[in-house]
């Protein structure tokens, strides 16, 4: 009982913090900035059919939650959205400074899907739609801004919409479940822009569908890794001719963008290094691990940030992590927290990788950034700035700026890197293709441990002031402060 209730004080001080501290306000004041002018039209409205069934009796849609969507007061449905897409051409070279100019060229016609996730009870709605480009990078769609951000989406009522956008997703969707898709047909990546533009236009114009009636007030765009370098591309070339979207959140980018077109259409590269364009009219939101930092080379490409762009670096984090095994079976009960704190004590293993993964902070922070893009679109307050990780640029190769435990410096701290349990890093795993996105997590000994933290009070109070700093810094939402907290008083670490 003792226990319990210094507990109970702990996240008392803690949401107290988050709502009192001057840096809270500050990154909660409005900032009020000149719109650039737009001339971007509506994107072309396509047609709606559906709800999707027959075949296997479920969409084909991987690394998604694996919990029963009702148990938490959503449902999951699917669309086919048809109609013609436009590859696009620039109509000059496409600038280092992101500021390019392009025209619709050929034209296809095209079917592919959208698996829509939203509340069940429409009262819960929130009114925002985050549509996802989902993720190919595995030859199949999958879901990962789903998975790492669904516990933030459920709780506020977001609707979430997973759009086919690229040929190998919705090839590889129609290959597993021909019956269920037969209908299923896609030009190519280059069409992938224009496809993307209108799944969110069919939000807006075809909601009595796609959202059984539900009234969307905004649409935001959401991709990670893959996704991003299209969403970088879209950002610079697409979105200044069609107004589809109303904010962006682009979630661990590489230092360039995806092609403009490409095979069979003319090969359009981006160039080497692309900037977000600051002359936007919609906010954009970049959240970067260590891997993307130094890894992908987004390094070359880091931004100041602007009226209409932030750029959130995060400690300890890597471009894929332990929660993509973790998510899919967290229900937003608070239980995960504890599986997520003891991943740093015993961290996962992938096969054909050398080292065990990285299971940092990441997916907290994107609830956050989440919650953030959606006020800056819907009220003006941008999220809070957040300080670079720290690279040492003086030798022949960028190198982070480490602190005695081997973590880096600088960034978004979180209680993880703050205090920590592992030395996390985005950087150094070897073995199979894939493996050096994951990062890894080396434990602390025992002995080490111990002599951080000698009692379980004291590691309590250490990580609950961490968890505290970082929520009243903006950078973690209430709810996930209570489950990191939950989690260090429910752990063994001092005991």
């Given at each position: 009982?003792?226990?319990?209730?210094?507990?109970?004080?702990?996240?008392?001080?803690?949401?107290?913090?988050?709502?009192?501290?001057p840096l809270f306000l500050l990154a909660a004041t409005p900032t009020a900035t000149a719109q650039p002018p737009s001339t971007a039209t509506t994107a072309a409205a396509p047609t709606v059919t559906g709800p999707v069934t027959g075949g296997n009796g479920s969409p084909v849609l991987y690394g998604t939650t694996a919990f029963d969507l009702g148990t938490v007061g959503y449902t999951q449905s699917e669309y086919l959205v048809s109609g013609t897409a436009a590859a696009y051409a620039p109509e000059a070279p496409l600038t280092p400074d992101g500021r390019w100019q392009v025209a619709p060229a050929s034209t296809a016609p095209y079917t592919t899907r959208v698996v829509v996730n939203r509340p069940a009870d429409p009262a819960r709605f929130n009114g925002t739609v985050v549509v996802e480009w989902l993720n190919v990078t595995a030859g199949v769609d999958a879901a990962p801004e789903w998975i790492y951000t669904h516990n933030e989406l459920i709780r506020e009522g977001f609707a979430w919409v997973g759009v086919s956008a690229q040929a190998a997703g919705a090839n590889a969707t129609k290959a597993a479940d021909p019956v269920r898709y037969t209908a299923m047909s896609h030009p190519g990546d280059s069409y992938s822009y224009d496809i993307y533009s209108q799944a969110g236009q069919a939000v807006r114009d075809s909601a009595a569908t796609v959202l059984d009636g539900l009234r969307p007030r905004t649409v935001l765009a959401n991709g990670e890794s893959q996704s991003a370098f299209r969403l970088t591309t879209y950002i610079n070339a697409v979105h200044p001719l069609v107004s589809v979207y109303d904010g962006f959140l682009v979630h661990s980018r590489s230092g360039t963008g995806a092609p403009l077109s490409q095979a069979p259409q003319p090969n359009v590269p981006t160039p080497s290094v692309v900037p977000l364009r600051t002359d936007l009219d919609a906010p954009v939101l970049?959240?970067?691990?260590?891997?993307?930092?130094?890894?992908?080379?987004?390094?070359?490409?880091?931004?100041?940030?602007?009226?209409?762009?932030?750029?959130?670096?995060?400690?300890?984090?890597?471009?894929?992590?332990?929660?993509?095994?973790?998510?899919?079976?967290?229900?937003?009960?608070g239980a995960a927290g504890l599986q997520n704190l003891n991943a740093l004590l015993t961290p996962p293993t992938r096969t054909g990788c050398a080292s065990p993964v990285n299971a940092g902070p990441a997916h907290y922070v994107l609830d956050t950034a989440q919650y953030a893009l959606n006020r800056w679109a819907t009220t003006g307050i941008p999220p809070a700035r957040a300080p670079r990780l720290q690279v040492d640029t003086?030798?022949?190769?960028?190198?982070?700026?480490?602190?005695?435990?081997?973590?880096?410096?600088?960034?978004?701290?979180?209680?993880?890197?703050?205090?920590?349990?592992?030395?996390?890093?985005?950087?150094?795993?070897?073995?199979?293709?894939?493996?050096?996105?994951?990062?890894?997590?080396?434990?602390?000994?025992?002995?080490?441990?111990?002599?951080?933290?000698?009692?379980?009070?004291?590691?309590?109070?250490?990580?609950?002031?961490?968890?505290?700093?970082?929520?009243?810094?903006?950078?973690?939402?209430?709810?996930?402060?209570?489950?990191?907290?939950?989690?260090?008083?429910?752990?063994?670490?001092?005991?």
């Open positions: 009982m003792h226990m319990k209730l210094r507990w109970v004080k702990a996240v008392r001080r803690c949401l107290a913090l988050a709502a009192s501290t970049v959240v970067q691990a260590e891997t993307d930092v130094l890894a992908l080379g987004s390094l070359a490409a880091r931004q100041d940030d602007t009226p209409r762009l932030r750029l959130w670096e995060v400690a300890g984090t890597s471009h894929a992590d332990a929660y993509l095994s973790i998510g899919p079976r967290d229900d937003g009960s003086s030798g022949p190769t960028p190198a982070f700026v480490l602190d005695t435990h081997g973590n880096v410096e600088g960034g978004i701290r979180t209680p993880q890197v703050d205090t920590p349990l592992a030395t996390l890093s985005g950087l150094g795993q070897s073995g199979g293709a894939a493996c050096f996105l994951f990062g890894t997590t080396t434990p602390f000994s025992a002995e080490k441990l111990a002599a951080l933290y000698p009692t379980h009070t004291e590691f309590v109070t250490r990580w609950t002031t961490s968890t505290a700093r970082s929520t009243a810094a903006g950078f973690i939402r209430p709810a996930d402060a209570i489950e990191l907290i939950r989690a260090a008083r429910d752990s063994d670490i001092g005991a």
